[in-house]
């Protein structure tokens, strides 16, 4: 291995306690806001327009899996997504269903665009029928600073569900 110089190397601090550090960073920071402080009304206005231009209540598209269409939605007014499940509405189960066979059934039922269609765009309203949130990360990240999830497994069962979750914004996952 060939040794990279890394000038930035002394800033390294996982515990966010090295008060060298973070006096820099400080300084950084109080440096950069006295350069730009006139365009503070800019950023504002930036930020308000990006803003205005976002569908905040929203949901990502469903995907199929054992009998669940899984898919997450925002609500206008909250920070993080809500994971959420709806069974797949039929009639009657196909002779020789196997679970196994996604893509099989994947055309025996067909994508629910008919109730997608019918969604109003309002947090109330389900976006497919039956739907269940099954990780709201709004609740995660009450009295924290930030929260990110990593991932989400379910289990097949689809009784559980695990996931990693970064509090601190070290992107660390636990």
């Known amino acids: 291995p060939k040794a990279v110089p890394d000038p930035y190397g002394w800033m390294r601090d996982e515990s966010r306690k090295n008060e060298r550090v973070l006096s820099h960073l400080r300084k950084e920071n109080e440096y950069t806001e006295s350069l730009t402080a006139h365009l ?9 327009e990006m803003v205005s231009r976002l569908q905040e209540t929203d949901h990502t598209t469903p995907s199929l899996w054992k009998g669940y269409w899984y898919y997450a939605r925002t609500n206008k007014g909250q920070s993080y ?11 009657s189960q196909p002779e ?7 893509s099989s059934y994947a055309q025996t039922y067909p994508y629910p665009s008919s109730h997608i269609q019918a969604w109003n ?27 990110t999830i990593g991932s989400t ?3 097949p ?9 970064d509090f601190t914004g070290d992107e660390i996952y636990h």
């Open 40 to 48: 503070k009304p800019h950023r504002e206005t930036l930020y308000k």
């Open 81 to 91: 997504r809500i994971y959420c499940r709806a069974p797949v509405i039929v009639a």
């Open 96 to 102: 020789g269903h196997s679970d196994n066979a996604t």
């Open 121 to 147: 765009g309002t947090a109330e309203m389900p976006i497919l029928p039956g739907e269940h949130p099954y990780l709201n990360v709004n609740l995660l990240a009450k009295g924290k600073d930030q929260c």
């Open 153 to 155: 497994n379910i289990s």
């Open 157 to 165: 069962s689809h009784t559980l569900v695990a996931y990693t979750a």
